[in-house]
Each structure stands twice: as structure tokens, then as C-alpha cells.
């Protein structure tokens, strides 16, 4: 049941991947998680089956007590397939730990996928909320909302000088993590990412790449959030990331403008190659797409392609992801299959408005 | 005493106790600080939280200080400071009490400060304390069924009764 549940949300396309909101051209979405655990339980790694399962229950009570059944999905992880799971990944609504560790856990998610809160993580809950663009004060509001009314019937595990005890100390204290996802191209094309990142690091943000290990990011989407959770407050947490973005923003557009000043003939020529390539071909790898979506989606931006619009491109970048790939044809597919899967897809999403192309056949 | 890499004093004695048997290290400044950087990572993943501890705690303590502070276990929930060393995961709200002294240093380390500011609980930020000993009183209950003292395991399960429906 709750497998059909999850293929409604694959036609759809989720809060994040909207493409509006403040600064969308570079800022894909803002999202802010809180950790909180039960007072009266173990933490996760302590924790007995009994104990996971009577968590579990409680916080299962507690949120559907909150929002009605019929505005929510509830999840229980354990009962999906790995296909379903993964899906859940890709479309950032659990951790990919969430998906694969083991043990009664659970996640309730919101049908436009603008909040999720996943039972007996690291944590006994973890909230998180995200939405389009550059929103990091709406988003906080909405999140706190959320565990202040979760919070009216149960008790946190709270300490007076440490703040919201988390299973990490590295969570210790707010338990809040804030993240913004930017879309950076230029500053990549133009050798200035590392200057970013060194810079970032030096008022402890982390900066990691989407889907991918540390630094290297694919598709040049970069996280940014913070790394302190214990000491500053919320808002002022949030502050330090709302100041710091627009920054990093004002370098992307800085860089682009030269781009287009400088070497337009060279920057039209690489993203009219990649639309092509993304247009045609017969088999593409995850990474290939990965990186020629993120020419195109500045090509967007920059009034290079006219054709095509931000969230669709946006859509495209979670479409091509394996799960995604396999929800929407159907089937299984291996690493092969799928790659041939998503050049098919690919083709008929972005030869939309020309019709058939020549001889081509879907 | 002289630094085991090179010819300058020992300033920094360092108890390395990964491998269960105790190594004594003792360094100059320069070799100390390339030692104890060479493994640092960030500190959000469960081998690299061990890492910062281990590395937080062998500094300035003896192998018997050390072996003292890892047998002390928490009250209620039973986890030992060596469990916590070892896999960078805490047992239950109750260790962050139980271990103060020893996380602060750690904590202070990851964020630079060791006091919360901000949000609280609306409610009763005190309702922790209470709840905690319900944590205690299932494991004393699991454990008198394992022992089958099905005695003492239905009077824990009536006073867990009474706590949990003790409004906070």
C-alpha cells in the first residue's frame, strides 16, 4: 500500500525541484533538520527491538495526531523495496543511513514533499523541512512549528547546559543542521570553487557535493551548512548562513557575467554541445548526464536556450537517477539497461516541442 | 627525555590505546601536532568521531588514568566510556550527566563552546530528569525475565506503569 503511495509521488515533481522561490537560478532549495530524542528510550545504537518498536509507536501516534492520515505518508521503511527506498533518497526525503540500516524505522512524509520527519534514524526523530530556493527564515518558522507541536505530548531528551541531547555530540545543543543547495557552474569553469570552499571552512561551514563523497560534486551542485550546532542559537545559525550565501551567489553571477563577456562564443558552443549530446543519444552514464544537465541548466539561466525552462531541467536532474529510472519504466534494470533507460528518457523529455526528430523513434 | 622522532625534549606523552594493548608515545611539539593532525577528519561520521576522541583523550593521561576512565559505565543504560570511545555513538540522554566531565573538552573541541543557546522545550525542560529512569527500569525488567525473576520483572513493569502515566 504504501508502495502505490510512493509511485503517486513519482509523477509528481516535489517542493525542491519547483525551481522558484528567491535566487532559483543558483539556489536550488534551503532545508533545515532538527535531531530530537525521546527522554524515556536508549539512543538508536542502545536501543532493544522492543525499545525501536515502542519509539516507534509513540512518535507514530504523535505525528498523525498532529497532521491528519490523509495529508500524510507514513512509511515504514522496513517493508519497502530497495527500488523504493533508494527513490525515497534520491528525492532527499530520508538519509541514505535511513534507508540502509536496519530495524524498525519509519518516515512520515508530506504529499508536496515540503517536510519529512524520519523515525528512529540516528536519532529517535529527525524533522526536516526544505523549500525552493532561498527561504531559510520561512523554512525555520515551519519547522519549528512542527516540533513545538510534536513536543506537547512528549518530552524531549533535553539537558539544562547542553541543549537538545542527540545519539552524537556533534549534534549536541540546537540539533539543528541548515543547508542550502547552490547550483555553481561558473565558479567551477572558472577555477574559483576551491577559493570558495577554503573560505567557507574558515567560518565552519561544510560544503559537500550532491549525491556525491566530500568535495567532488556532481553536476556542480554544491550543500553548504553549518557544522556548530551547540552555542549559537537558532536564528543566529540560520543568520550566519543567510548572510553568507548571497555572497557566494554574487561571485556565481559575477563569474557568468564574465563568462558571457569574455568567452560567450566558447560558453554557447559548450552548452548548445551538451544540449545536443542530452538530446540524442542512444546510452549515457548518470555522471555524463550529470554534468551535461548542469550546462544546460546555466544555459537556461543565461537566456542560451529558450526552449526550456528551470524546472524541467530540475526534474530532469532527479529523473535520471537509478531508482527514479526504475519506478518510471516499470522494471528492474541493470547498470546497462539503465543507462540505455535514461538516454530514452532523456530523448523524449527534450525533443518535446520538435516532434519527431528526423527518423527517431521514441 | 628525548622525543622518539627526533633529537629536541619530549614535551607531549601521548597513550595510544587503539589495538586494546597500551602504547606510550612521547614527542616534541612538532612531531606531536603531525601525529595527532594525521588523522583528523570531519567529525560526522561514526570512525572519525572515534578518531577526535581518541585522539582528545590520550593526551596528557596515563594507560591506568585512561583504563579507569573507560570502565566507568553509565547507571542507567550500562554503556561503558570505552564503548562511547569506540564506536562515537552515546548510549542515552543519561551519558551526557554521567560523562560530563570527560565531554565537555570534546564538545568544547567540535564547537568551540560548551553552553546552549536558544530553543528549549515549551513545556517542562525539567520533564528529562523523570523520564530518564524509565530508561533504567525497562533494562532492569529485561533483565529480570532473562534471569527469570518474574517477580522482581512484574514489579518494575507496574512502577514503569506508574511513571509513564505520571504526567510531567
Known sequence: MAAARIDDLTRRSGEWLRGSGPE???????????????????????????????IEEALR??????????????????????????????RH???????????TRAVAIDPREKFSLMVNEEDHLRIQVMQSGLALKSVWEQIDRIDDLIE????YAFHEQLG??????????????VSVMLHLPALVIT???????????????AVRGLYGEGSQAMGDFYQISNQITLGRSEQKLIEEIGDTVPVIIDYERKARDFLISESRENLHDQVSRAYGILRTARTISSEETMHLLSSVRMGVNMGLIPDLEIPDINQLFIHTQPAHLQKISGSELDATDRNIERAQY?????????GANGAEKN | MKCQKCDKPATFHITELTGGKPQELHLCEDHAREYLSSSSDEPSSKSSMAAVLAQQMVVGQTAEELARLDQQACPICGMTFYEFRSQGRLGCPHDYACFLQQLEPLILNIHGESEHVGKAPRRCSGGTEKRIQLIRLRREMKEAIEA?????????????????????
Request: glycine share 4%; proline share 1%.
Open chain 1, 346 to 354: 532523456l530523448r523524449r523529455h527534450l525533443n518535446k516541442g520538435n
Open chain 1, 191 to 205: 577555477r574559483q570553487i576551491e577559493k570558495v570552499f577554503r573560505s567557507l571552512q574558515k567560518i565552519n561551514l
Open chain 1, 152 to 155: 506537547e505530548k512528549v518530552t
Open chain 1, 93 to 103: 526525503l530520508i538519509s541514505r543511513e535511513h534507508a540502509e540500516s536496519e530495524g
Open chain 2, 148 to 168: 527469570e525473576d518474574y517477580e522482581r520483572a512484574s514489579e518494575l513493569r507496574d512502577e514503569i506503569r506508574r511513571t509513564e502515566t505520571q504526567e510531567t
Open chain 1, 24 to 54: 532559483a537560478d543558483i539556489v536550488i532549495s534551503s532545508r533545515v533538520r532538527l535531531a530530537r530524542n525521546l527522554a524515556d528510550y536508549p539512543f538508536i545504537s542502545r536501543a532493544t527491538a522492543t525499545d525501536r518498536t515502542q
Open chain 1, 164 to 177: 537538545y541531547l542527540t545519539a552524537c555530540p556533534t549534534n549536541v545543543g540546537t540539533g539543528m543542521r
Open chain 1, 61 to 90: 501516534e504523535r505525528i498523525l495526531s498532529i497532521v491528519a492520515a490523509s495529508d500524510l505518508l507514513y512509511v515504514n521503511i522496513e517493508e519497502l523495496e530497495g527500488v523504493d527506498r533508494q527513490f525515497l533518497v534520491e
